[in-house]
């Protein structure tokens, strides 16, 4: 029976899939398998300088190995240039859209410091004073915005004095993940999304454009991020080995540990079906620890065994 619950797991195929990653798509997973819900898989390809060639295909073989059933076709960001072009047009009819002429170090210079860096300072808003135009911003406002999370609790932001004016078409051409996020998510009837908090600020943007467009706000979800012995987020830039496809159930056993389900010893080393049928029986996202980062299991666990 459809339940109306439909989650997703959004990755970006900049490289393999991690234990970070991991933990973020078992988490989406079994909260929507547990929900009787649907469970998307997206491709956030929307970064050619920042993608690795074979990188997608290599996260959909290793989201297979490791037992992940996906509904449906998996959507590529890379084909949503027109639905991304269109929401811009929207926006800009409306007077939200704005072009902008400063370079990363004009804003550098003249911002004071936010939440993820220089809050933009307004500078184009009025217009580009005959300087040429490189990106695209949305007008913020300085009213609250506030969601509930279901693991992290309530959130604030005031965009104007938090952010700023952010991006949604990059000086590069290309179009920005708080842009695309959004008009997927929407387009992908997304109901709920559980992902790792370190994207929790970007969802007052997220909330933001949802508004902006009229469309509905999913429930949000934050999991703890994984991070390595010296506390830095496993990622490519801090060498994360990528997942063993060869030994799939200790990772996916870390994995359920990571999120407080206390999966039982004996099925450490037990077969991939036992495991997750463990998992579908026992999940409780009650059990995951409400905190945004927590040190991954030690290495050794990781890559290969
Ligand atoms: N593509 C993003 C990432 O890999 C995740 C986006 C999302 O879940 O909203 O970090």
């Known amino acids: 029976m459809e339940s109306g619950y439909v989650g997703r797991f959004a990755p970006s195929p900049t490289g393999p899939l991690h234990f970070g990653s991991l933990v973020a798509a078992v988490g989406s997973y079994l909260e929507a398998k547990t929900h009787g819900g649907q469970w998307l898989v997206r491709m ?3 970064d050619p300088p920042r993608a690795m060639p074979g990188a997608a295909d ?13 509904d449906g076709p998996v959507l590529y960001q890379s084909t949503r240039h027109a639905a991304y072009e269109a929401a811009l047009d929207r926006l800009r009819q409306a007077g939200m859209l704005y072009p902008c002429a400063c370079s990363r170090k004009e804003i550098a ?4 410091h936010g939440i993820e860096g220089p809050v933009y300072p307004g500078t184009c808003r009025g217009g580009l004073h005959a300087r040429s135009p490189r990106a695209w911003r949305v007008r913020t406002t300085a009213e609250e915005i506030t969601f509930n999370d279901a693991l992290q609790g309530s959130q604030t932001q005031v965009l104007e004095r938090d952010i700023g004016d952010f991006v949604l078409k990059r000086a590069d051409g290309f179009y920005a993940y708080q842009l695309a996020v959004v008009v997927d998510d929407a387009e992908q009837g997304i109901t709920h999304i559980v992902r790792g908090a370190d994207l929790l600020d970007s969802t007052p943007r997220q909330l933001w454009l949802q508004k902006l467009f009229d469309l509905p706000t999913p429930v949000y979800m934050h999991l ?25 159930a200790p990772l996916l056993w870390q994995a359920l540990a990571f999120l407080g389900q206390h999966p039982p010893h004996d099925l450490h080393r037990a077969a991939l079906a036992d495991l997750w049928q463990w998992a579908h029986q026992h999940w409780s996202a009650g059990r995951i620890p409400p905190t945004r980062i927590a040190k991954s299991p030690s290495d050794r666990f990781h890559g290969k065994i």
Do not use: C
Request: glycine share 4%; net charge negative.
């Open 44 to 46: 956030e390809d929307l």
């Open 58 to 70: 290599l996260i959909l073989r290793t989201l297979e190995a490791y037992g992940f059933e996906w």
């Open 109 to 112: 210079d003249s911002a004071i």
């Open 224 to 248: 703890p991020v994984a991070t390595n012995e010296s506390g830095e987020k496993l990622s490519k830039q801090t060498l994360a080995p990528p997942l063993d496809v060869e030994h799939p």
